[in-house]
């Protein structure tokens, strides 16, 4: 039976109002989206790739996408979608994962606050930062959104929660396994956030060694924060092999072999195939990584595999080097064009090929060029893209100048944060390797992916951002405090 007693006594404290405040912004918000969208979730063009697996698992039994095995996607979203998809049709499947989302953003709101608590950060400075993250545009836009993006921000912050727990208080086993958990659960949602778990891993690893100057100790507490990664993706591994007799790590399309083109969801007519892996690359020296979501970035790569098309104003004339000119561009945009006809499995080997080999060139030839250029104009893409492209749209609205706004401040703030926080005299040690675990994974963050990922969307920093988040909120609140007592 319901105690309703308990429920007025948790509701009276501050959590309690937090998470009806959160509640009650979200019906207003849901009734809203329903009344003029006619819809209260929406769920973007490639969702199928994420759901459909989960619905042929439901109803044959076996993972699959349009009846071939599947691995194009890692199964992250089994929580929620494919665990209600055991017991309900996709329609309500979807909405109850909607529900699921919003639930778990209020869950982290929660977080959030304890988290400044434990900061120690004033009452109106958390306030301020949690309506921020409550009701800012940034959020809003993915929050009714069925997509990993939400998820991934909120276990981000129960994450930065947990962190900060090993970090000033006692090593618990516990902590460390709900550590290992969350982390698991983000990677196989966004598999480039290994990054951030490998560095969290190396964080865990100094700290028990700190703590206790024993390395079995360390070696034990370490075990309990990779259980969890260890045991689910031994069995992603062993299913994958089992069903494509080859190994794959995290999914099939991040190569070029006959068992990838078999096994790629994108048939010979779709730019996204496994042969034009290297050719995202290609743009990256010369200066347009494939921007996802944004017109411009989408049409120069469309432009270039179509084969009627010979125009190459896009390429910038420091790119012609020795064996790249602009009859090489052109033969490899004819294999590209002409790839796109029929399917041809040796044509698409071909494109491959020709693409590396470029690269390789470009690698010898040019590596300033291909190391460092390539790697500031895709940490540029990555930080600003989406808002810096909406700020000279025609249809630019107020809302879109807040969350403009609020991200950059956010974006500024936070790395002024990462380099001055750190070291304040009177913040405790543990407080100290807090911050600097924040500002440190950031950058690294930052760095390895504009290394290793030639595709930028401003979602894909959405963790990082997060974290930033939180230093900005240390700041503004050390700034205050300080003002106070000038």
Known sequence: MINFSNIKNYIQKEEGLIVLGSMVFYTILGIYQYVIYKNLFFWPADIDEFIYPFDSFAETGSYSYYGKPYAGRPPGLFIPYGFFRMFFNSYVSLYLSGIFQIALKIFSIVYLWRLFKKLDCLKFVSLIFLLIYLCSPIWMTIDFVLHPYSISASITIILIYYIYKISTE?????????????????????PYLLIIYIIAFLYVLYLSIVRFKSLVISTKLLLYFLFPFLILESAWVVRNYLTFKDLILVQTTHGLSNKSLSLSEYGFNNPLKPSLLPLRKLFVVWGYPLKWYDGKGRSIHTQFIRLEDTALWYIPPEAY?????????????????????????????????VSQRYLKYYRQESPIRYWLTSTIIKIKYLLFIHLQDERFNKNMNF??????CVYYFVLFSGFVGSLALWNIR???????????FLSLSNFLFIILFSLLIDTVQLLYFLSGYLMLFVLSAILVNELIKRFRHA
């Open 170 to 190: 006692e090593i618990e086993q516990k902590n460390l396994f709900v550590l290992g958990i969350l982390f698991t659960y983000l990677y196989f949602l966004r």
């Open 321 to 353: 080097n020795g064996l790249i000119n602009r009859d090489s561009i052109l033969y490899l945009k004819r294999l590209i064009g002409q790839s796109f006809l029929q399917k041809n499995d040796s044509l698409e080997h071909l494109i491959y090929s």
């Open 399 to 404: 809302l879109l100048w807040i969350k403009m």
């Open 426 to 436: 009177r913040y405790s040690n543990e407080k100290k390797r807090f911050i600097l």
